[in-house]
């Protein structure tokens, strides 16, 4: 059974610091893995896929990286801003694609300080 | 282009009573997913539909019922509510089934059942 944890559940920074968010899964047998983003109250925001095949994936301050053969995934936030201040979910999509469900961590709840 | 609709956004119910959840696609999307995301925990998988067929069901009890129409659109159904229903549910569309591109979420109804 797939188990995606994530670490730590919260995190407070001040505004500048770099930062990482860490994922880790069971069963390394995932389709993609996926970071999203959830505010207070709303849905989801997808920030990066990253395919089973690739080893990580950039997008302007965000980074995130793969490594099936540990179990581990990583999101780099660089030069944090008080509006990155969300939770941030890692899943992972565990099937053939055509019929795989997402898997999701309980997520980390990140903070930063002006 | 609008993105993922959820009606209503948010939702009162009485323990024993049967509730109808409602979602609109990103136009174009065939693929609509549900999610149960309970207060501090990660989203989970639900169902997924796909060209008006389910693809895939969590590990959900019977209580729970989906389908999708002509126009891709969907409905959940929930029977004989719980306490434990009290969730914030997610509808999620994609092109495809294949997660190739990433998930589209809509903002979720919040359900409370008293």
């Known amino acids: 059974k797939q188990e995606v944890t994530q670490i730590p559940a919260a995190l407070s920074v001040p505004e500048g610091e770099n930062l990482v968010l860490n994922c880790s899964f069971t069963?390394?047998?995932?389709?993609?893995l996926q970071w999203f983003r959830q505010d207070p109250g709303k849905g989801l925001t997808s920030l990066l896929l990253?395919?089973?095949?690739?080893r990580e994936q950039t997008s302007g301050r965000l980074n995130a990286s793969l490594d099936k053969s540990s179990g581990r995934s990583t999101l780099y936030i660089a030069a944090s801003q008080p509006g990155d201040s969300a939770t941030y979910l890692c899943?992972?999509?565990?099937?053939?694609?055509?019929?795989?469900?997402?898997?999701f961590g309980q997520g980390t709840t990140l903070q930063v300080k002006p | 282009d609008a993105g993922v609709t959820q009606s209503p956004t948010h939702l009162i119910k009485t323990r024993g009573q049967q509730v109808t959840l409602r979602c609109s696609p990103i136009?174009?999307?065939?693929?609509v997913s549900w999610y149960q995301q309970v207060l501090g925990q990660g989203p989970q998988f639900i169902f997924q539909?796909?060209?008006?067929?389910?693809?895939g069901r969590g590990n959900f009890p019977d209580r729970f019922s989906a389908r999708q129409f002509p126009n891709y659109s969907s409905e959940l159904n929930v029977n004989a509510l719980l306490l434990g229903d009290s969730a914030l549910y997610l509808c999620?569309?994609?092109?495809?089934?294949?997660?190739?591109?990433?998930?589209?979420f809509g903002n979720g109804t919040r359900l409370t059942v008293t």
């Open positions: 069963d390394s047998a995932i389709y993609n």
């Open positions: 136009s174009g999307h065939k693929s």
């Open positions: 999620a569309s994609s092109f495809r089934p294949v997660y190739n591109s990433p998930l589209h």
């Open positions: 990253i395919q089973s095949s690739q």
């Open positions: 539909y796909y060209e008006k067929e389910e693809r």
């Open positions: 899943a992972a999509l565990h099937g053939s694609g055509n019929t795989g469900k997402l898997i």
